[in-house]
């Protein structure tokens, strides 16, 4: 697939775009991708976000959630 560089910014724009709903989908996907044992790296890739993003997320939730027995 080919994109120009006016889609590939039109892209990422609405991926960095701020809602609340998309944050939470894009947190949900990391921590579930983070439970399948995959990096903060690469998941931080595979979302386009960064890694501090996907760190913050992480120990956010493990703050909120009781740690499995």
């Known amino acids: 697939m080919f994109l120009s560089e006016t889609d590939r910014d039109t892209l ?19 921590l579930l991708l983070l439970a399948e044992g995959l990096s903060t790296e690469d998941v931080a890739g595979l979302l386009y976000v960064d890694e501090a993003s996907v760190a913050g997320w992480k120990e956010l939730f493990s703050k909120r959630t009781p740690k499995a027995a």
């Open 12 to 30: 990422i724009k609405t991926l960095n775009a701020k809602s609340p709903e998309l944050v939470q989908a894009r947190m949900a996907n990391a």
